[in-house]
Nanobody
């Protein structure tokens, strides 16, 4: 059974930075894609970033240039470095294992989320 656990959320001022971590176990971490979704109040859940088995990355336009997804296969961990945070980034962030089909990322196993609040 796959276990996904996020950490690193919190409250930060606009313009600040935060780094989220996601530990995955119970699966072959090095052969699965990983991604981060978020859900903000009053908005649909959206894919923020994803990273393939080979290390290629994709980002939502709203975070491109500010967020960086990376993975450390030796530690079975994926990270989301968030810089230049805006109040619009306030959301619950969900880490997941997944896969790519037809150029799009799809999540398979989800963590329970970590809350990020960006104050103005």
């Amino acid at each position: 059974q796959v276990q996904v656990v996020e950490s690193g959320g919190g409250l930060v001022q606009a313009g600040g930075s935060l780094r989220l971590s996601c530990a995955a176990s119970g699966s072959m971490f090095s052969i699965v894609a990983m991604g981060w979704y978020r859900q903000a109040p009053g908005k649909q859940r959206e894919l923020v970033a994803a990273i393939s088995v080979g290390g290629s990355t994709n980002y939502a336009d709203s975070v491109k240039g500010r967020f960086t997804i990376s993975r450390d296969n030796a530690k079975n961990t994926v990270y989301l470095q968030m810089n230049s945070l805006k109040p619009e980034d306030t959301a619950v962030y969900y880490c997941n294992t997944g896969r790519y089909y037809s150029g799009s990322y799809y999540a398979d196993y989800w963590g329970q989320g970590t809350r990020v609040t960006v104050s103005s």
